[in-house]
């Protein structure tokens, strides 16, 4: 009898079933598909489709919590990427030698600081020229960063669940845009035949 244990076990150690449905996953999201046999595709199904959805959801927080501030999608994307390239703030400034002495830094030359004087400068320029207003412009600024925070919450929960931080980069860059007006049904499991030996059925899990 199967008492407490919820899911198809594909007949393996926790740990030894744990690494196998990973490996199966990220295979899937790298090469798109995988050959196996039906209950293995089956679990990595469940798995796939969960990982997917999660990665749908924190995106879709994330633009929603900055499209509240910045209804304008073409601008909200300008200060995002703005935001992911520099943190920093329209009321910022570069701290004094003393101003970092008492924060623990070691002091910074006038060249060192000409450069990051230039830089912010640069940086707020750029944003201005995006928003106008100040005011405005800061809380965008403020939105973009909350955002990056949200959509990096989902990231982390995908990347516990998958070995490689490249196969996490491919889902939010390359399946949540392709897959953002779907509600489910992101994979297909396709019938090979069966495998010579012990008649296992075999089946191709892929991406639709």
Not at 12 to 37: C, K, Q, Y
Not at 46 to 55: D, H, N, P, S, Y
Request: glycine share 6%; net charge positive.
């Amino acid at each position: 009898m199967r008492h407490r244990m919820a899911g198809n076990r594909i007949n393996m150690p926790e740990p030894r079933r744990r690494a196998a449905v990973r490996s199966m996953v990220d295979g899937l999201f790298i090469w798109e598909h995988i050959n196996t046999t039906d209950a293995r595709a089956k679990v990595a199904q469940g798995e796939a489709e969960r990982l997917i959805a999660i990665a749908i959801r924190g995106h879709k927080r994330s633009s929603e919590h900055l499209n509240a501030v910045v209804p304008d999608s073409e601008t909200a994307e300008r200060v995002l990427e703005l935001a992911r390239r520099a943190r920093f703030s329209l009321d910022e400034s570069v701290p004094s030698n003393e101003e970092r002495a008492q924060a623990g830094k070691y002091p910074l030359s006038p060249d060192a600081r000409k450069r990051r004087e230039d830089r912010l400068a640069a940086l707020k320029k750029e944003m201005l020229g995006i928003i106008k207003d100040h005011d405005e412009a800061q809380a965008a600024l403020t939105a973009a960063r909350e955002a990056m925070a949200i959509e990096l919450h989902a990231r982390r929960m995908v990347l516990k669940r998958l070995p490689r931080e490249v196969t996490v980069k491919k889902i939010f860059e390359q399946l949540v845009p392709k897959y953002s007006g779907r509600h489910g049904g992101y994979t297909r499991i396709t019938k090979l035949g069966t495998r010579r030996g012990d008649a296992s059925l075999i089946v191709k899990l892929e991406l639709v």
